[in-house]
């Protein structure tokens, strides 16, 4: 594939020489998500993309940063024919919808939120087990 190639939306291709996982396309502009090896620290929006081929085995799709980038910077890989199935991009997708929705979470003042967390009472010991019932 060379000038005039087009692309699909579950197409990996390059951005240079790193792996991208193509999202939307539309005119000359794609919508990719960086794809990862596996590492021990891993973010809170990464997908594992290890069901959905045999190539993509050690794959991590991060859904954090989702880059535009103009279809002229991207070159195929494999001839076109390495692609993700529509429930791992299905999956990817919902990632950046959480991930998009903590930062906008993360951004609001303190004390608009309010937390799930409660801290243990102090004195309490808890149900009484055992022996007559207190009164």
């Given at each position: 594939?060379?000038?005039?190639?087009?692309?699909?939306?579950?197409?990996?291709?390059?951005?240079?020489?790193?792996?991208?996982?193509?999202?939307?396309?539309?005119?000359?502009?794609?919508?990719?998500?960086?794809?990862?090896?596996?590492?021990p620290?891993?973010?809170?929006?990464?997908?594992?993309?290890?069901?959905?081929?045999?190539?993509?085995?050690?794959?991590?799709?991060?859904?954090?940063?989702?880059?535009r980038?103009?279809?002229?910077?991207?070159?195929?890989?494999?001839?076109?024919?390495?692609?993700?199935?529509?429930?791992?991009?299905?999956?990817?997708?919902q990632?950046?919808?959480?991930?998009?929705?903590?930062?906008?979470?993360?951004?609001?003042?303190?004390?608009?939120?309010?937390?799930?967390?409660?801290?243990?009472?102090?004195?309490?010991?808890?149900?009484?087990?055992?022996?007559?019932?207190?009164?």
């Amino acid at each position: 594939m060379g000038k005039g190639q087009s692309f699909c939306r579950g197409q990996i291709a390059l951005r240079g020489n790193k792996p991208v996982l193509i999202l939307a396309q539309e005119g000359t502009l794609c919508l990719v998500a960086k794809l990862y090896p596996p590492q021990p620290a891993r973010h809170r929006s990464d997908v594992d993309l290890s069901g959905s081929a045999i190539l993509l085995r050690n794959c991590i799709a991060r859904a954090a940063n989702l880059l535009r980038c103009d279809v002229s910077t991207l070159s195929a890989m494999a001839d076109g024919v390495l692609c993700v199935g529509e429930a791992a991009l299905q999956h990817v997708e919902q990632a950046a919808r959480r991930e998009l929705a903590s930062r906008a979470q993360e951004q609001l003042p303190a004390g608009v939120v309010r937390s799930t967390w409660r801290a243990p009472r102090w004195g309490s010991c808890g149900r009484k087990v055992g022996g007559m019932p207190s009164e």
